[in-house]
């Protein structure tokens, strides 16, 4: 079984950065069974999940994000990170932690249980 944890969430000013933090842990870096990509999604209240960033094969961030949002990952360690700069209100959301799991010839969406980020002043 495989689990996401998440970390870095909290309140900060418009302006203001955050890193957010994921790690995968459990039956994973064996030979059947990898991590190949992670990333992050946010949910505003009364919205729907939208995608933030994902790495794997190629590194993806949101268009209207990028400039300001950069995410890394470390195969080794199977975590990855959400740099988030020039934050706005907008920016106000769960963000939720996503891992792609392979395992027996079968991928998984697997998500973490969120962290929440308020952008106020």
């Known amino acids: 079984q495989v689990q996401l944890t998440e970390s870095g969430g909290g309140l900060v000013q418009p302006g203001g950065s955050l890193r957010l933090s994921c790690a995968a842990s459990?039956?994973?870096?064996?030979?059947?069974?990898?991590?190949?990509?992670m990333g992050w999604y946010r949910q505003a209240p009364g919205q729907e999940r939208e995608f933030v960033a994902t790495?794997?094969?190629?590194?993806r961030v949101a268009e209207h994000l990028k400039g300001r949002f950069t995410i890394t990952r470390d195969n080794a360690k199977n975590t990855v990170d959400l740099q988030m700069n020039s934050l706005r209100p907008e920016d106000t959301a769960v963000y939720f932690c996503?891992?792609?799991?392979?395992?027996?010839?079968?991928?998984?969406?697997?998500w973490g249980q969120g962290t929440q980020v308020t952008v106020s002043s």
């Open positions: 790495t794997g094969g190629s590194t």
């Open positions: 996503v891992a792609y799991h392979y395992r027996a010839g079968i991928t998984r969406v697997l």
């Open positions: 459990g039956d994973i870096n064996t030979s059947n069974s990898t991590i190949n990509g």
